[in-house]
C-alpha cells in the first residue's frame, strides 16, 4: 500500500533495527525449514514474504532484495525500475516524472537511507536484477547461500 | 588542431589512441589535452535520408567538439541514433552515440556498442531514458532491464575486460570514452551529487548535464563534486538551452519533469523585444559564466529547432579563444532534395 510504504521509508531507521534484530532468526528458521523440508515449503514461504513485505514495502519480488541499500524504499516501483536512482525526471515537487502522485521511488530512498545506520550502502553500485529470480524468495535465496557458503 | 590527413586515414578512421587515453577519438583528446569543449546534439530526422543527417550535422561545422545523436529522446521514434552516428562518422565528424535502457535489452544493447565502435564511434552517453508513457507510442513495451549506472559498468567490462558481461571473451574491445548525464537541477539536490559520483564509478569519464539555467546551482553542485575529487575523474559538460521565447521556457518547465527554470530568467525573455534574440544572449551569457565554474570543461549546447544558431552563439561567448574545432575539408553538403 502506498501510504504504509511511505511510512516505512519514514521510519527506515526503526525498519533497519528490525531488520537486523529479526534478519537472524528469519534466515535461521529458513535454513531450518529447507533443511527439514527441502523445496516442499517454499511456496507457502514465498507467499509469506510476498504478504509481509508486500504490505510493509509494496514489494514487487524482484528476487533480489535490495531494502537494506535503498533506504527501505523499493526500487521495483520506479516505474523504470532504475536500481540506481534517481533519473533526472524528478519534479520539483519530489514526485515521480512517470507518475506525478507517487513520490519519487528514489528521493524517497536516499531520504531513508539519510536516517539508517548503514544507509550509506545506496552509494555503492547495485547491479541489474537477475530476471529469472522474479516471483522467487529472496529469503530462500540467502538461507540458501548460506548453507551453500558453509557446506 | 589534428587533421585526419595527419594520421593518414579516411576522415573517419579513429586516430591512434594516445598514452592514458581510452578511445581514439577527437572528442577526448581535445577534454585530455585541457581544451574547453563544446558539444551539440543533433534531431535524428523522420526520414530515412542519409543525406538529411548531413544537412542538419554541417550547421555545426567548426563550432563543435562533438555530437550527440538522441535515442528516441522523449520516446518519440526517429532516427536510431547508431545509424546517425555511423552516417556522421563517413564524414569524419565526432558522434556521441546515446543509448538508452528503455527500448533494448542487455543483449541487444553488447550487440550495438560492438556495432558503434566497428562503424568507428568512439563516444557513447549512458542514460535511463525517458518512460514510454511520454512519448508517441505510448503502449510500446518499456524494457529497462539495465539502469544508466548498470549500462556504464557493462560498457566498461566490454572495454577494459574485452568479454561479455556472460564472461564470454571478445576479439578486439570496443575502445569508447564512456559519458552519462547528471542533472544538479532536480531533487533529491543534495544527493545528486552522489549519484554523479555513483555514475563516476561505474566507469563515466564524460558527463553532459541536463539544462541549467540557474548559476548558483551550478556553482554549488560543482564546489561539492570538487570536494568528492570528481572533477578530477570526470570531465564535466554543463547543458545550456537556447530559449526561443517566454512560452517556450514555461512549456519546458511545466512539461518536461526535471527541467528547472528560474523566474528571472522567463522575466527576461517577456520583457525582451526580441525574445529569439535575447534567449540567444541569455545562452551566451550562461555558457560565459559556467566557463569560470572550477571543474566545468565544456558546455553541451542544445539548440532545438535553433540549430543553425549554434556557430554564432559559440563564437559570441569566446570560451573558445582561438580555438577552431575540427570541421570536414571538403564539406559534404548535399543540396535540399525538393
Ligand atoms: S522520477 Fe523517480 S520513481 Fe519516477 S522514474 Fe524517475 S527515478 Fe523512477
Given at each position: 500500500m502506498y501510504k504504509v510504504r511511505l511510512w516505512s521509508v519514514k521510519h527506515s531507521r526503526g525498519m533497519e533495527r528490525l531488520y537486523h534484530a529479526t534478519n537472524p532468526l528469519v534466515l535461521g528458521l529458513m535454513r531450518g525449514l529447507t533443511r527439514l523440508f527441502g523445496h516442499r515449503l517454499d511456496r507457502p514461504i514465498t507467499a509469506l514474504e510476498a504478504g509481509v513485505k508486500g504490505f510493509l514495502f509494496d514489494c514487487k519480488m524482484c528476487g533480489d532484495c535490495a531494502l537494506s541499500k535503498t533506504g527501505m524504499s523499493c526500487?521495483?516501483?520506479?516505474p523504470k525500475t532504475i536500481r540506481n536512482g534517481p533519473c533526472g525526471g524528478v519534479r520539483e515537487n519530489g514526485m515521480c516524472e512517470v507518475k506525478p502522485e507517487m513520490r519519487c521511488v528514489w528521493v524517497a530512498a536516499w531520504d531513508g537511507a539519510s536516517r539508517m545506520q548503514h544507509g550509506d550502502a545506496i552509494k555503492n553500485v547495485n547491479f541489474a536484477v537477475d530476471h529469472r529470480r522474479k516471483g522467487t524468495s529472496s529469503w530462500l535465496k540467502l538461507a540458501r547461500e548460506d548453507s551453500d557458503a558453509a557446506a | 588542431m589534428l587533421r585526419p590527413e595527419e594520421a593518414g586515414l579516411n576522415p573517419g578512421d579513429p586516430l591512434p589512441i594516445l598514452p592514458g587515453h581510452v578511445s581514439g577519438g577527437r572528442f577526448e583528446r581535445v577534454l585530455r589535452a585541457g581544451h574547453f569543449a563544446i558539444t551539440t546534439e543533433i534531431a535524428p530526422p523522420d526520414s530515412a535520408d542519409p543525406d538529411e543527417v548531413l544537412r542538419r550535422a554541417h550547421l555545426f561545422d567548426g563550432h563543435v567538439d562533438a555530437i550527440n545523436a538522441t535515442d528516441g529522446s522523449g520516446a518519440h521514434c526517429h532516427m536510431s541514433s547508431l545509424a546517425v552516428c555511423a552516417i556522421l562518422t563517413r564524414v569524419g565528424y565526432s558522434p556521441i552515440i546515446q543509448i538508452s535502457c528503455r527500448d533494448r535489452n542487455r543483449i541487444a544493447i553488447q550487440g550495438d556498442v560492438l556495432g558503434a565502435a566497428a562503424l568507428r564511434v568512439g563516444n557513447v552517453l549512458c542514460l535511463s531514458g525517458d518512460d514510454v508513457s511520454v512519448g508517441d507510442h505510448p503502449e510500446a513495451k518499456p524494457v529497462f532491464d539495465f539502469d544508466s549506472v548498470t549500462l556504464l559498468q557493462t560498457i566498461r567490462t566490454l572495454r577494459d575486460e574485452s568479454r561479455f558481461l556472460s564472461g564470454r571473451k571478445l576479439d578486439l574491445p570496443p575502445q569508447m570514452f564512456l559519458g552519462a548525464s547528471i542533472n544538479p537541477f532536480a531533487p533529491p539536490y543534495a544527493n545528486r551529487v552522489d549519484q554523479f559520483a555513483k555514475k563516476v564509478a561505474a566507469g563515466a569519464e564524460f558527463v553532459q548535464s541536463q539544462y541549467c539555467f540557474d548559476l548558483a546551482m551550478a556553482r554549488d553542485f560543482m564546489a561539492r563534486a570538487r570536494d568528492l575529487g570528481l572533477t578530477e575523474r570526470c570531465f564535466t559538460l554543463m547543458g545550456v538551452g537556447v530559449l526561443a521565447s517566454a512560452k517556450t521556457a514555461k512549456w519546458l518547465r511545466s512539461a518536461i519533469p526535471g527541467v528547472h527554470i528560474p523566474d528571472e530568467v522567463i522575466r527576461r525573455l517577456e520583457q525582451a523585444e526580441k525574445p529569439k534574440a535575447e534567449g540567444r544572449r541569455i545562452a551566451v551569457e550562461l555558457m560565459q559564466q559556467l566557463a569560470e565554474i572550477e571543474g566545468i570543461n565544456g558546455i553541451h549546447l542544445m539548440a532545438f529547432k535553433q540549430e543553425e544558431f549554434v556557430g554564432e552563439i559559440v563564437k559570441a561567448s569566446g570560451v573558445l579563444g582561438s580555438r577552431k574545432p575540427w570541421a570536414p575539408e571538403f564539406p559534404l553538403v548535399p543540396t535540399p532534395s525538393k
Amino acid at each position: 500500500m502506498y501510504k504504509v510504504r511511505l511510512w516505512s521509508v519514514k521510519h527506515s531507521r526503526g525498519m533497519e533495527r528490525l531488520y537486523h534484530a529479526t534478519n537472524p532468526l528469519v534466515l535461521g528458521l529458513m535454513r531450518g525449514l529447507t533443511r527439514l523440508f527441502g523445496h516442499r515449503l517454499d511456496r507457502p514461504i514465498t507467499a509469506l514474504e510476498a504478504g509481509v513485505k508486500g504490505f510493509l514495502f509494496d514489494c514487487k519480488m524482484c528476487g533480489d532484495c535490495a531494502l537494506s541499500k535503498t533506504g527501505m524504499s523499493c526500487p521495483m516501483n520506479c516505474p523504470k525500475t532504475i536500481r540506481n536512482g534517481p533519473c533526472g525526471g524528478v519534479r520539483e515537487n519530489g514526485m515521480c516524472e512517470v507518475k506525478p502522485e507517487m513520490r519519487c521511488v528514489w528521493v524517497a530512498a536516499w531520504d531513508g537511507a539519510s536516517r539508517m545506520q548503514h544507509g550509506d550502502a545506496i552509494k555503492n553500485v547495485n547491479f541489474a536484477v537477475d530476471h529469472r529470480r522474479k516471483g522467487t524468495s529472496s529469503w530462500l535465496k540467502l538461507a540458501r547461500e548460506d548453507s551453500d557458503a558453509a557446506a | 588542431m589534428l587533421r585526419p590527413e595527419e594520421a593518414g586515414l579516411n576522415p573517419g578512421d579513429p586516430l591512434p589512441i594516445l598514452p592514458g587515453h581510452v578511445s581514439g577519438g577527437r572528442f577526448e583528446r581535445v577534454l585530455r589535452a585541457g581544451h574547453f569543449a563544446i558539444t551539440t546534439e543533433i534531431a535524428p530526422p523522420d526520414s530515412a535520408d542519409p543525406d538529411e543527417v548531413l544537412r542538419r550535422a554541417h550547421l555545426f561545422d567548426g563550432h563543435v567538439d562533438a555530437i550527440n545523436a538522441t535515442d528516441g529522446s522523449g520516446a518519440h521514434c526517429h532516427m536510431s541514433s547508431l545509424a546517425v552516428c555511423a552516417i556522421l562518422t563517413r564524414v569524419g565528424y565526432s558522434p556521441i552515440i546515446q543509448i538508452s535502457c528503455r527500448d533494448r535489452n542487455r543483449i541487444a544493447i553488447q550487440g550495438d556498442v560492438l556495432g558503434a565502435a566497428a562503424l568507428r564511434v568512439g563516444n557513447v552517453l549512458c542514460l535511463s531514458g525517458d518512460d514510454v508513457s511520454v512519448g508517441d507510442h505510448p503502449e510500446a513495451k518499456p524494457v529497462f532491464d539495465f539502469d544508466s549506472v548498470t549500462l556504464l559498468q557493462t560498457i566498461r567490462t566490454l572495454r577494459d575486460e574485452s568479454r561479455f558481461l556472460s564472461g564470454r571473451k571478445l576479439d578486439l574491445p570496443p575502445q569508447m570514452f564512456l559519458g552519462a548525464s547528471i542533472n544538479p537541477f532536480a531533487p533529491p539536490y543534495a544527493n545528486r551529487v552522489d549519484q554523479f559520483a555513483k555514475k563516476v564509478a561505474a566507469g563515466a569519464e564524460f558527463v553532459q548535464s541536463q539544462y541549467c539555467f540557474d548559476l548558483a546551482m551550478a556553482r554549488d553542485f560543482m564546489a561539492r563534486a570538487r570536494d568528492l575529487g570528481l572533477t578530477e575523474r570526470c570531465f564535466t559538460l554543463m547543458g545550456v538551452g537556447v530559449l526561443a521565447s517566454a512560452k517556450t521556457a514555461k512549456w519546458l518547465r511545466s512539461a518536461i519533469p526535471g527541467v528547472h527554470i528560474p523566474d528571472e530568467v522567463i522575466r527576461r525573455l517577456e520583457q525582451a523585444e526580441k525574445p529569439k534574440a535575447e534567449g540567444r544572449r541569455i545562452a551566451v551569457e550562461l555558457m560565459q559564466q559556467l566557463a569560470e565554474i572550477e571543474g566545468i570543461n565544456g558546455i553541451h549546447l542544445m539548440a532545438f529547432k535553433q540549430e543553425e544558431f549554434v556557430g554564432e552563439i559559440v563564437k559570441a561567448s569566446g570560451v573558445l579563444g582561438s580555438r577552431k574545432p575540427w570541421a570536414p575539408e571538403f564539406p559534404l553538403v548535399p543540396t535540399p532534395s525538393k
